[in-house]
């Protein structure tokens, strides 16, 4: 039908089929390989990116996330000093007495100009 239509030969519609079975094995093949260089890929993008930290002198994300999460913890020391504090206070307030400002406890270095 198509060589009548198209006037296409017999030997065109084979080199066709042909080139189309190249084509989808080519493909395959890529699918079977991805894995494989997937795998490659994911060495080399880390491998720069140690070599980048390296030479720009930025210590390991591990050293990194722990000092991030001691600033944290130390936010939150301080957080929760701060509001004893003022909880006491209000305690301390309720009392009425002269004698509440001599009773607050000492919770240690409430200031904030570290912060």
Known sequence: MLRQEWDITQRE?????RRN??????RKATVNNLG???????????????????????????SQVK???????EAQRRRSQLALQKFLQ???K??????????????????TSSM
Do not use: C, H, W, Y
């Open 90 to 92: 209000s305690e301390f």
């Open 36 to 62: 494989k260089a997937s795998k490659v890929e994911e060495i080399m993008e880390s491998t720069g990116r140690k070599i980048r930290r390296i030479l720009t002198f930025q210590p390991p994300i591990s």
């Open 13 to 17: 519609i084979a080199e066709s089929v």
């Open 94 to 111: 309720d009392l009425g007495d002269e004698e509440s400002g001599d009773l607050t406890p000492d919770v240690g270095d409430t200031s």
């Open 21 to 26: 079975v190249k084509v989808k094995n080519q």
């Open 67 to 73: 000092k991030l999460e001691e600033q944290v913890n």
